[in-house]
């Protein structure tokens, strides 16, 4: 198994910044994936994860800004963060439940703990 984060990056307050993770060893479909984002001195916060069929869960600090997709061809994932602030700043990482194809409510518990994960790409937001 193995996650690969690229296109993190800085920007300004109200910018956008595309992420992709890609997929090797397992079918991307099969699983609960998403991201998950630490900034320093702070927890874990999940972002977004999608289930197999597709489904998608946002933080309440996100939503409306970020789009979770999973391209099942090329087996990755790509979060689109539009309108960033600077509380957005944050090492974000791509991440996938060891088990299960469903997320369910405990999304967010489930990717900040899972066990594999990818290095993390930094994301900057300057006001």
């Known amino acids: 198994v193995q996650l690969v984060e690229s296109g993190g990056g800085s920007v300004h307050s109200g910018g956008s910044v595309t992420l992709s993770c890609a997929a090797s060893?397992?079918?991307?479909?099969?699983?609960?994936m998403g991201w998950f984002r630490q900034a320093p001195g702070k927890e874990r916060e999940g972002v977004a994860s999608?289930?197999?069929?597709?489904?998608?869960r946002y933080a309440d600090s996100v939503k409306g800004r970020f789009r979770l997709s999973r391209d099942n061809v090329k087996n990755t994932l790509t979060l689109q963060m539009n309108s960033l602030k600077p509380e957005d700043t944050a090492m974000y990482f791509c991440?996938?439940?060891?088990?299960?194809?469903?997320?369910?409510?405990?999304?967010?518990?489930?990717?900040?703990?899972?066990?594999?994960r990818g290095q993390g790409t930094q994301v900057t937001v300057s006001s």
């Open positions: 991440a996938k439940d060891r088990w299960g194809s469903k997320c369910g409510g405990q999304w967010a518990a489930k990717l900040v703990t899972a066990g594999e």
């Open positions: 999608i289930d197999d069929e597709g489904n998608t």
């Open positions: 060893g397992f079918f991307a479909t099969g699983y609960c």
